[in-house]
Nanobody
C-alpha cells in the first residue's frame, strides 16, 4: 500500500521560511519521480514542484520559482520542500505524491499558514 506522510508545516510570518518533509512507503522510492502539491481553501489542488528519481531534474510552478527548492534523500525515502520568502498566497495544505498522471491516494497533508 503506497503511503505518503507529510510534516513540517506551521505558522510563519511573511518573508519567513519553512522546510516540509514527506516520508513515503509501499513502493520503491528511489525509482519514482515525485511532486509537491498544495490546496488553498476554496481552490483546486495545484502543482508546486517535481523531482525525478535521481534528484537531478527539478521543475517548479512559476509562482514559487526562485523561492522554493525540492530535494530528496532516497536512503530515507523522504522528499523535502524548502520554502523561502513566503507570501500570504503560499498558505495552503501541502501534499506530496507521484507526478501528474500517476497520483495515488493522498496523505493528510501539512498546513502552512503565512500571516503576520
Amino acid at each position: 500500500q503506497k503511503k505518503f506522510v507529510e510534516s513540517g508545516g506551521g505558522l510563519v510570518q511573511p518573508g519567513g521560511s519553512l522546510r516540509l518533509s514527506c516520508t513515503a512507503s509501499g513502493f520503491t522510492f528511489s525509482t519514482r519521480d515525485l511532486s509537491w502539491y498544495r490546496q488553498a481553501p476554496g481552490k483546486e489542488r495545484e502543482f508546486v514542484a517535481r523531482i525525478d528519481w535521481s534528484g537531478f531534474s527539478r521543475a517548479y510552478a512559476d509562482s514559487v520559482k526562485g523561492r522554493f527548492t525540492i530535494s530528496r534523500d532516497n536512503a530515507k525515502n523522504t522528499v523535502y520542500l524548502e520554502m523561502n520568502s513566503l507570501k500570504s498566497e503560499d498558505s495552503a495544505v501541502y501534499y506530496c505524491n507521484f507526478v501528474a498522471g500517476f497520483v495515488t491516494s493522498w496523505g493528510q497533508g501539512t498546513q502552512v499558514t503565512v500571516s503576520s
